[in-house]
């Protein structure tokens, strides 16, 4: 169960819907910046999509709010003289779907604006906030079985001051990010046997693979810019998330006086599209040399097996979280003692 409980949870749909929105921006954009044409399907389908996901979770605002600001930069920049012409011609496209279709975009597109506005319309009228605190919604009693808020809680009544420096914050704050990306807990919720492991070799090859990453975007980059005009809009939608949840953390560190909910998970949804930018960066870099990319490859791929991967949780897995069984507890310790040597020392 805790094999299965540390993989499965929300992530797992918002990063396919995070992929999926950014592609289908990245279409609408590219047509109506080659032909001056919206594809009225395309574009309902992604409004729907992108109301959807920020359901499933609300970090995925952050790249809403990208989506939009980005389409409506397109749609100004590149208008066309008479605006009638770009009307027009998205009414060709509608006019061309069957009446189902239609019935179903417009079906889908009154669902999905209905749960949006009820879900976050509401918040801002009700609470002035679209995403209030449990404290906003319910007694403080009421609240304290929710262990994130009733932390927060107890941190803020004793909140000692901290040194306010953006600068200071970031520097712990990317270091956090780093180890929680490849930490593992383990151990029940008593602070008392709360640890959290860090496998060595996995983090510091990705430490090294990522200041070569640094490296290589910003000799390479500004190349990889110009050539894929769709990446522009990716690397706009990272930043406006990774500021989000900068900005997040920082609040909540003014506030409760201490570094809380820095996970380095919080990065998945923006780390795919990252690897596909730097990748294309490494590519330029060393287009004459093909080994080195091949071993940039495998040490990569090493890094996603240990710290953070399944191997963490086989090895660091305590004998009460398998079965009362001893040939499965005796497997886990044989699979421990096989992973031992990805982690260097225990």
């Given at each position: 169960v805790p094999l299965l409980a540390a993989h499965v949870n929300y992530d797992n749909l918002q990063q396919p819907l995070v992929a999926l929105t950014l592609l289908m921006t990245i279409n609408v954009a590219e047509l109506y910046m080659r032909k001056k044409q919206v594809n009225t399907g395309l574009l309902l389908t992604l409004l729907v999509t992108a109301m959807l996901s920020s359901l499933v979770k609300f970090t995925y605002l952050?790249?809403?709010?990208?989506?939009?600001?980005?389409?409506?930069?397109?749609?100004?920049?590149?208008?066309?003289?008479?605006?009638?012409?770009?009307?027009?011609?998205?009414?060709?496209?509608?006019?061309?779907?069957?009446?189902?279709?239609?019935?179903?975009?417009?079906s889908f597109l009154t669902v999905s604006l209905f749960l949006f506005l009820y879900t976050y319309g509401v918040n801002v009228v009700r609470y002035k906030n679209p995403i209030p605190q449990c404290g906003q919604v319910l007694s403080v009693q009421e609240c304290q079985g929710y262990g994130p808020w009733a932390r927060n809680y107890k941190l803020a009544q004793s909140n000692p001051g901290v040194n306010p420096v953006p600068v200071y914050f970031?520097?712990?704050?990317?270091?956090?990010?780093?180890?929680?990306?490849?930490?593992?807990?383990?151990?029940p919720g008593n602070t008392a046997n709360y640890q959290n492991h860090l496998a060595p070799i996995p983090a510091l090859l990705s430490a090294v693979l990522f200041l070569g990453a640094i490296y290589?975007?910003?000799?390479?980059?500004?190349?990889?810019?110009?050539?894929?005009?769709?990446?522009?809009?990716?690397?706009?939608?990272?930043?406006?998330?990774v500021l989000s949840v900068w900005g997040r953390n920082y609040h909540d560190y003014l506030q409760l006086g201490q570094m809380v909910a820095i996970n380095g998970r919080y990065f998945i949804p923006v780390l795919l599209p990252l690897f596909a930018f730097t990748l294309l960066c490494y590519r330029e870099a060393f287009a004459k040399h093909t080994n080195v990319l091949a071993w940039i490859g495998i040490?990569?791929?090493?890094?996603?097996?240990?710290?953070?991967?399944?191997?963490?949780y086989l090895h660091y897995a305590t004998p009460d979280w398998y079965w009362n069984n001893e040939t499965i507890r005796n497997i886990g310790a044989w699979l421990k003692e096989t992973t031992l040597p990805l982690f260097l020392w225990q």
């Amino acid at each position: 169960v805790p094999l299965l409980a540390a993989h499965v949870n929300y992530d797992n749909l918002q990063q396919p819907l995070v992929a999926l929105t950014l592609l289908m921006t990245i279409n609408v954009a590219e047509l109506y910046m080659r032909k001056k044409q919206v594809n009225t399907g395309l574009l309902l389908t992604l409004l729907v999509t992108a109301m959807l996901s920020s359901l499933v979770k609300f970090t995925y605002l952050p790249f809403l709010t990208a989506i939009a600001v980005y389409l409506l930069y397109v749609f100004l920049r590149y208008r066309p003289r008479k605006a009638k012409t770009l009307i027009n011609g998205a009414q060709r496209v509608w006019e061309k779907y069957g009446t189902k279709t239609k019935v179903l975009y417009v079906s889908f597109l009154t669902v999905s604006l209905f749960l949006f506005l009820y879900t976050y319309g509401v918040n801002v009228v009700r609470y002035k906030n679209p995403i209030p605190q449990c404290g906003q919604v319910l007694s403080v009693q009421e609240c304290q079985g929710y262990g994130p808020w009733a932390r927060n809680y107890k941190l803020a009544q004793s909140n000692p001051g901290v040194n306010p420096v953006p600068v200071y914050f970031t520097g712990a704050w990317l270091f956090g990010m780093h180890h929680r990306l490849f930490f593992v807990i383990n151990g029940p919720g008593n602070t008392a046997n709360y640890q959290n492991h860090l496998a060595p070799i996995p983090a510091l090859l990705s430490a090294v693979l990522f200041l070569g990453a640094i490296y290589v975007c910003v000799r390479y980059g500004l190349r990889i810019w110009r050539r894929y005009p769709g990446m522009q809009f990716v690397l706009f939608a990272c930043l406006v998330y990774v500021l989000s949840v900068w900005g997040r953390n920082y609040h909540d560190y003014l506030q409760l006086g201490q570094m809380v909910a820095i996970n380095g998970r919080y990065f998945i949804p923006v780390l795919l599209p990252l690897f596909a930018f730097t990748l294309l960066c490494y590519r330029e870099a060393f287009a004459k040399h093909t080994n080195v990319l091949a071993w940039i490859g495998i040490v990569s791929l090493v890094c996603f097996v240990p710290g953070g991967g399944a191997i963490s949780y086989l090895h660091y897995a305590t004998p009460d979280w398998y079965w009362n069984n001893e040939t499965i507890r005796n497997i886990g310790a044989w699979l421990k003692e096989t992973t031992l040597p990805l982690f260097l020392w225990q």
